[in-house]
């Protein structure tokens, strides 16, 4: 009498989830995935970043039956978020100058040279 193959592998396991459909289903949505990677990394020209995340939830009857719910969680990249730069004022506003530096105009001295003067 032989004994009964034993699970050794994750593959395995997930393989038996739905019949058999679950672990095809996994691997074409990881697959999207990557597609969707690939494309923010060029369109960004920028490192793409997803996660996968697989959490198997197991319980065991009195009779040696192991029940496996298996959940899932996939996170494609994330676009760039949105970066300004301003600066705060004296009075708490915000401006696009630096208050510290003082601001250089060039203006046409008629014959044409050039003169820098500072902004008044």
Known sequence: MSTPPVLRSIDQILGLADGGDYLPDLLDRMEANNIEMRQHSQ?????????VSITISMSLDRFGQLEMVIEDKITGPKPPKHKAVGWMNGTGGVTTHNPAQSRMEIRDAGDGRRELRTAE
């Open 43 to 51: 369109d960004y020209q920028t490192t793409a970043k997803a996660k």
